[in-house]
């Protein structure tokens, strides 16, 4: 059973930076692709980025290219959120996600395995 734990959260201004990671257990995820999505209070839950473990391959949501990265390392079985130039529309509960397929979707329906979530806010 795939087990996502989110860390990194906090509060920030806007034009700053927070590290986002998940670490995942419980499966080999090479044939895995794992996401980031997040949501805001009265806001349904949004696609941010993901990746296909094998390859590496990203995708990401309009609203964050250029300023997110999403990266994995396979030796600590870790999905990090790199996210730079934070503006205060990125306030929301960032949450990880696995998805048991090598294509890449960005519904959140698409994905099988959710961590806790964590808190991302950002002021101006």
């Known amino acids: 059973q795939v087990q996502l734990i989110e860390s990194g959260g906090g509060s920030v201004q806007a034009g700053g930076s927070l590290r986002l990671s998940c670490a995942a257990s419980g499966q080999t995820f090479s044939s895995y692709v794992m996401g980031w999505f997040r949501q805001a209070p009265g806001n349904e839950r949004e696609f941010v980025a993901a990746i296909r473990w094998s390859t590496a391959s990203t995708y990401y949501a309009d609203s964050v290219k250029g300023r997110f990265t999403i990266s994995r390392d396979s030796a600590k079985n870790t999905v990090d959120l790199q996210m730079n130039s934070l503006k205060p529309e990125d306030t929301a509960v960032y949450y990880c996600?696995?998805?048991?397929?090598?294509?890449?979707?960005?519904?959140?329906?698409?994905?099988?395995?959710w961590g806790q979530g964590t808190q991302v806010t950002v002021s101006s």
């Open positions: 996600a696995a998805r048991r397929s090598i294509l890449i979707v960005t519904n959140s329906g698409g994905f099988d395995s």
